[in-house]
């Protein structure tokens, strides 16, 4: 039975357990962040020794609510959380999530076991322990202990990201804020002493708002679990996932080959490989392959077609197809070389890369891609945008975003450059054009996506 | 770990339609030249104690000549003193090709995984090489190949691609049935239309 988590991510009554009226808490940091996003369902805090905070009414013990309560937070010292756990199970609340840390990770196995059995016993799935818990933008909650004024929390958008640590995910949280394609949710799991990452894949496999998961991980809880589930998961949507520890300290010597070479990283590889990931080896990749993955579409083929106004950026992308093994340059159908001759300047040659001169505005963009989108030669398009030069101004941006409406072929942008050119790019990224600020980056994601499709595709 | 007596595992990879070379254990340079019969063979060593079986001398190709596999036979005999329980085997010369390593293990967190790479003296020179959970469909099995910076190198074409896929799926039917917990299959030797497997190492 797979687990469900919607208790979690979208409540409808939450109680904070461990508010405190003291700013520099936890507990009061995470009932702060559920005022903040403007979450809409009924909030209690549970405090001993306060009647109300932040405007939010306190009760001593969690039974004392009347309400039926979806989930509680808990965020007290770790020795006190098997008693209000147990207390949580008697008051019959439907989910957890520990955010306390101070167990297994700290050799307290016995104090986890302790909280996962109460939490089998009442049927109650937890979050955690260690965890930073989850963020779901449609449903504004958010039970992260961090101030809104140290990260930048990401708009609504259709990625959702878990993950094991919860420092790498708060900074990859931020990272995100900062891209146009925004967060459906973000899940850190701790400990994974109940839920675990098997699960959450699982749940956002079947979630409509989800259509990319993006994961950090750096160990798996149960191997045979988690490749059921990844058999299923990357042929409904892709996940892109990268693996911290893949050096393995004191491996045990070995008596074949095979053994020497199959460390544990290296069978990890070969399982996402075999079943579908996406794999990131890097944070920016992370965030690279997510862009391109959630707003492009399936490519008919592996030839890639490049427009620039810029020489030397035509050279260099071409370059970066070169060295990935499965694309292809395209080359232009007689009819697309016929139209273009007689559109284009004389200065234009007319080949790929597809150099449109300095002086290229949107005009002559428009008219490139309107030939490249129909090429049945062409599978996926390259622009390049380079802001710096005379002719490239808001003009460029309002043709490419318009043709984003409606090409059927995967398009996206490289731009580089400081302020201008950071202008124009948020334009372009905030109506679902993945810009790039590296030609090998650029490359690479569309050498990604086509790769997931022939995955996904495959029989 | 122990390691698994050599024709014990060349009958289990038969039991799986898997061939490899033949191959007798000989106690003596008479035996070896009586088992040779005219033909050039390989003696070599076969002990727990080296995985490295012609870094570390322990192999003699191409023997020939009476005098050369008695020669043979007396420096391997010598050498191996020191690595005892040892035995001696000698084998049909392979007709040669590109070497590859077919070997497997059972992963603490996946269970049985089977691997690919460029085999022989390469293995630790370039770590080239793929890995799949077991069982592993057609699918993986070409995947495990394309997966490879020498792709080109240890395929002749689409026959001989497809003879490897079918070779990786028999060790992976292998893997997947046998309790055991390394094999190498190293090097296996490929051809246009065949192969060998030249040398088996199983632990269990």
């Given at each position: 039975m797979p687990v469900d988590l919607k208790y979690m991510l979208n409540p409808k009554s939450v109680a904070i357990i461990g508010a405190s009226k003291n700013p520099e808490k936890v507990g009061h940091i995470i009932l702060?962040?559920?005022?903040?996003?403007?979450?809409?369902?009924?909030?209690?805090?549970?405090?001993?020794?306060?009647?109300?905070?932040?405007?939010?009414k306190a009760y001593a013990h969690v039974g004392e609510i009347k309400e039926k309560l979806d989930l509680a937070v808990i965020a007290i010292p770790a020795p006190f959380v098997p008693a209000v756990l147990e207390?949580?199970?008697?008051?019959?609340?439907?989910?957890?999530?520990?955010?306390?840390?101070?167990?297994?990770?700290?050799?307290?196995?016995?104090?986890?076991?302790q909280i996962v059995s109460i939490s089998e016993k009442y049927k109650m799935p937890m979050l955690g322990p260690n965890c930073l818990g989850v963020i779901d933008t449609r449903a504004r909650t958010d039970t992260l202990f961090l101030p809104t004024y140290k990260l930048s929390k990401p708009g609504v958008g259709y990625v959702s990201f878990i993950s094991q640590s919860g420092a790498v995910g708060s900074t990859?949280?931020?990272?995100?804020?900062?891209?146009?394609?925004?967060?459906?949710?973000?899940?850190?799991?701790?400990?994974?002493?109940?839920?675990?990452?098997?699960?959450?894949?699982?749940?956002?496999?079947?979630?409509e708002d989800t259509k990319v998961i993006i994961m950090y991980l750096e160990g798996i809880k149960n191997g045979k679990k988690f490749i059921e589930v990844a058999k299923k998961v990357t042929k409904k949507k892709p996940v892109v996932v990268l693996k911290g520890g893949r050096t393995s300290v004191g491996q045990q010597a070995t008596l074949s080959h095979t053994a020497s070479l199959a460390g544990d990283y290296q069978v990890y590889e070969g399982v996402f490989k075999q079943f579908g990931f996406t794999i990131a080896n890097d944070l920016n990749e992370?965030?690279?392959y997510a862009k391109v993955l959630v707003s492009e579409p399936a490519p008919s083929g592996n030839r890639v077609g490049i427009i620039t106004n810029g020489g030397g950026a035509g050279v260099i992308t071409t370059d970066s197809v070169g060295f990935v093994k499965t694309l292809k340059l395209a080359e232009l159908s007689k009819k697309s070389q016929e139209i273009l001759r007689k559109k284009m300047p004389p200065l234009v040659n007319i080949r790929i890369p597809l150099d449109l001169a300095g002086d290229a505005g949107g005009d002559r963009y428009e008219t490139a891609v309107s030939v490249l989108k129909d090429d049945e030669n062409v599978d996926m398009i390259i622009v390049i945008a380079l802001f710096q030069t005379p002719g490239a101004d808001s003009s460029v941006v309002a043709k490419l975003v318009h043709f984003k409406a409606d090409i059927t072929k995967p398009m996206i942008v490289i731009s580089i450059g400081a302020e201008y050119t950071q202008v124009h790019n948020k334009m372009m990224e905030e109506s679902g054009l993945p810009v790039y600020d590296s030609p090998l980056a650029a490359v690479n994601s569309l050498a990604e996506l086509f790769k997931y499709y022939s995955y996904k595709n495959q029989k | 770990m122990t390691l698994s007596d050599y024709f014990e595992g060349e009958r289990l990879l038969k039991k799986y339609g898997i061939s490899s070379i033949r191959s007798w254990y000989v106690d003596s340079a008479e035996e070896a030249i009586s088992k040779a019969n005219g033909n050039p063979i390989v003696m070599k060593v076969i002990t727990e104690k080296a995985l490295h079986k012609s870094k570390s001398g322990l192999v003699e190709l191409d023997l020939k000549t009476d005098q050369e596999i008695k020669s043979a036979f007396k420096s391997l005999s010598a050498k191996a003193a020191k690595l005892k329980p040892y035995k001696i085997i000698v084998q049909e010369m392979s007709k040669g090709g590109i070497e590859v390593i077919i070997g497997g293990k059972t992963d603490p967190q996946f269970g049985k995984v089977i691997l690919l790479g460029l085999g022989g003296i390469y293995v630790e020179a370039f770590k080239d090489f793929a890995i799949r959970v077991c069982p592993i469909n057609k699918n993986d099995a070409s995947s495990m190949i394309d997966n490879l910076k020498s792709e080109n190198v240890i395929t002749y074409g689409s026959e001989n691609r497809k003879m490897l896929e079918g070779l990786l799926l028999k060790v992976s039917d292998m893997l997947t049935h046998t309790d055991l917990k390394e094999l190498d299959l190293n090097p296996v030797i490929l051809r246009k239309d065949d192969?060998?497997?030249?040398?088996?190492?199983i632990l269990k």
């Open positions: 702060q962040n559920y005022i903040n996003s403007g979450y809409s369902g009924k909030l209690f805090a549970v405090n001993k020794d306060a009647e109300s905070i932040l405007g939010v207390e949580c199970g008697r008051a019959g609340v439907k989910s957890t999530i520990v955010v306390t840390a101070g167990f297994e990770e700290i050799g307290q196995k016995e104090l986890q076991e990859i949280l931020d990272l995100i804020a900062g891209e146009g394609f925004g967060l459906s949710k973000f899940i850190s799991y701790g400990n994974a002493a109940y839920v675990d990452e098997s699960d959450i894949l699982e749940y956002l496999m079947n979630d992370l965030l690279y | 192969y060998d497997v030249v040398d088996i190492r």
